[in-house]
């Protein structure tokens, strides 16, 4: 059968255009309608045949692996009896001459690259990197030679580790076109090795199933480490002991938290260095990945208008803040281990302030960028207790609905004092933000999901309009407002002459809304982050001093808080949070600029 379904004809098929007009029936004795080659994804895809149903006309999407991309052939099972089981017996049996055992093409000279979703059971996995290395497919951003494997304890197949794959997809993808066809492309580059972390054993056998895979070529293999970091150690020593990569690169994402304060953080980098070099290790902050942190070094360094206003001269103090409407759902057990500081504030928040408080870089080169952002954590005054502000989600009931208290959560210790939000000042100690206040805000279970970035400028000195503003002079400041997430924006606020006769001033708006300005959809930042992370670009990971300086920076205060048992500020579900916060701002003539005063937003 094999010979006959090589036969010149049909070869032509595959390697030449994707218009359906190209193709070409090519018979068989049971009837068939396929392409030339049939490649390992059509015999996943036949392994789909055997549905349960009835027989149909199937679509098999190929994949050539030609540079022509893909072609598609109607399988159509006909009237003469081949049976679903016979059908789906062919297909897998079938095999291209120049096709390795995996049913990709040989190509010596190429080299392959395995990404290991080690935890591929959980929730990150679901949410965020199989929707994000989908639409990296998607994009044609993988690698010719790319193959994924889902590590977990779960038992699962291959087929199992798909369908899970493709219910849990949920994207930006979506609703493009050829979603379906392209996804069912990418399910079949999808495998699942079950095995225990702390097994070298199981790890030997994954190295086996991917050198099958690997077909000879270099082998580049990224292993993501999405499982709880207590197990980070076991699985790095496995995966780099037995299977990483012989003849080319290795490398390890690792996911948030590292650690829980400098002396665990500096134990884990220890054990992690045991058995990668930190070129190998990715540590991963996906809030680096976003549009618009990345962003931040544009606006600042290519547009004359900002970098010179960017120090204390101009600005009188700068503002970050996160909040979600949501607890922690379902999450409380790994939360109460953290709260919201190491969260949110240490990391997410602490690598925003740091790529924009940093001097200029003497490049875009990765360590150029980071040597700068040490610098910047290095020049911090580590956050005192004083300048720190707790808070606590209680239950709160509206409109006939009532809102969990944190501790209502069942994996969160009856009594725990755990913060789920906390306001903090921040000084850098350098020429340039001397005496700045940089004023960070993280909660969970607030009035709304957000973040962003707000710097506002001091007066005007001598300003010829001061009293069309009244009193409140605060109000007439200027205020850029970078905001991160959700509808990615930036604008300007600035003072504005209303038009008519007289003499009005308002504040209005000079806005870059992204919806409007751009047709493009913003990628997820794991797709950015993973897209690096294979490309071995590292700018957007944190290196171990930075590591280092950000938890030196917290962790005396951690203590304190923990020590002193501190008692956090309880505000209701869906509030904005503890009034403390204002107090804590007040004292440094601050004004949260989240409280209403925005035009159009
Ligand atoms: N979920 C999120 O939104 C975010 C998660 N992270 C980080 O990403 C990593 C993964 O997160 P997430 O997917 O939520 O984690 P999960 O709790 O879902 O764990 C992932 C997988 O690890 C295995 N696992 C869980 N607990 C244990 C255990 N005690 N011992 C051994 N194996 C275990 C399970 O797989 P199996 O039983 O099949 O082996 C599970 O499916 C964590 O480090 C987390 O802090 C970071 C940011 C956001
Ligand atoms: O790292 C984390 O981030 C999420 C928020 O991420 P986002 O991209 O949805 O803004 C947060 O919910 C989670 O607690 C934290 O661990």
């Not at 309009?465 to 205020?479: I, K, P, S």
Request: net charge neutral; glycine share 6%.
């Amino acid at each position: 059968m094999a010979t006959t379904l090589y036969s010149t004809p049909c070869r032509s098929l595959a390697t030449s255009s994707s218009s359906s007009s190209s193709l070409q029936p090519c018979p068989l004795s049971s009837n068939l309608a396929y392409p030339q080659r049939v490649t390992f994804s059509q015999r996943f895809l036949a392994s789909k045949v055997s549905l349960k149903s009835q027989p149909q006309p199937y679509q098999i999407p190929v994949h050539t692996q030609q540079p022509e991309g893909t072609v598609t052939a109607a399988v159509t099972p006909v009237e003469n009896g081949t049976s679903h089981k016979q059908l789906k017996a062919d297909l897998l049996s079938l095999k291209s001459p120049d096709e390795s055992e995996d049913g990709f093409e040989k190509d010596e000279n190429e080299s392959s690259v395995s990404i290991t979703v080690v935890g591929a059971s959980g929730d990150l996995a679901k949410k965020k990197i199989f929707p994000a290395l989908f639409a990296l497919y998607y994009e044609d951003c993988l690698p010719k030679h790319f193959t994924i494997y889902g590590y977990a304890r779960s038992k699962m197949t291959d087929a199992e580790l798909r369908n899970m794959v493709s219910k849990t997809l949920t994207c930006r993808i979506d609703k493009r076109e050829n979603c379906n066809e392209k996804m069912d492309q990418f399910l079949i580059r999808c495998f699942y090795h079950s095995g225990q972390y702390d097994s070298q054993e199981n790890f030997a056998a994954l190295d086996k199933k991917l050198k099958e895979h690997e077909g000879g070529r270099t082998s580049n293999r990224l292993f993501y480490l999405s499982i709880p970091p207590n197990i980070f150690i076991d699985a790095v020593k496995c995966a780099s002991l037995s299977a990483s990569s012989g003849n080319g690169w290795t490398r390890v994402i690792v996911e948030k938290p590292f650690g829980r304060d400098s002396e665990s953080s500096a134990a884990l980098t220890k054990s992690l260095k045991q058995y990668l070099t930190e070129d190998q290790i990715f540590r991963i902050d996906h809030y680096l990945g976003k549009e618009l942190v990345e962003n931040l070094s544009v606006l600042r360094f290519s547009n004359l208008i900002f970098e010179p206003l960017w120090s204390r001269q101009y600005i009188r103090n700068v503002q970050l803040i996160f909040s979600e409407d949501f607890g922690t759902e379902g999450r409380g057990g790994y939360f109460d281990h953290y709260g919201i500081i190491r969260d949110i504030m240490q990391n997410h928040l602490l690598q925003i302030l740091a790529l924009f408080a940093m001097e200029t870089p003497v490049s875009l080169d990765a360590e150029d960028i980071r040597n700068e952002k040490v610098k910047v954590l290095r020049s911090m005054r580590p956050l005192r207790l004083e300048d720190v502000v707790i808070g606590q989600y209680k239950s709160h009931t509206r409109g006939g609905v009532t809102y969990p208290a944190y501790v209502d959560d069942k994996t969160v210790p009856s009594g725990s004092l755990t913060p789920t939000f906390a306001a903090a000042a921040l000084f850098i100690d350098n020429a340039r933000w001397d005496g700045v206040p940089f004023l960070m805000k993280a909660g969970k279970a607030l009035h709304n999901k957000r973040a962003e970035i707000r710097v506002q400028f001091r007066h005007v000195p001598g300003n010829l309009y001061n009293r069309n503003f009244g009193t409140d002079l605060d109000r007439a400041t200027n205020e850029l407002v970078i905001r991160v997430q959700p509808d990615e924006a930036i604008y300007l606020k600035i003072n504005n002459k209303v038009p008519g006769l007289g003499m009005k001033l308002d504040r209005s708006n000079l806005n870059l809304h992204y919806a409007a300005r751009y047709s493009k959809e913003i990628p997820d930042a794991y797709e950015r982050l993973l897209l690096d992370a294979i490309e071995g670009e590292r700018r957007l990971f944190i290196r171990s001093d930075e590591l280092d300086a950000a938890w030196s920076l917290f962790t005396p205060v951690l203590k304190e808080l923990e020590e002193k048992k501190i008692i956090p500020e309880y505000y209701p579900y869906g509030s904005r949070g503890p009034v403390g916060a204002h107090y804590l701002a007040a004292r440094h003539n601050v004004r949260w600029g989240d409280l209403g005063t925005d035009v159009d937003h």
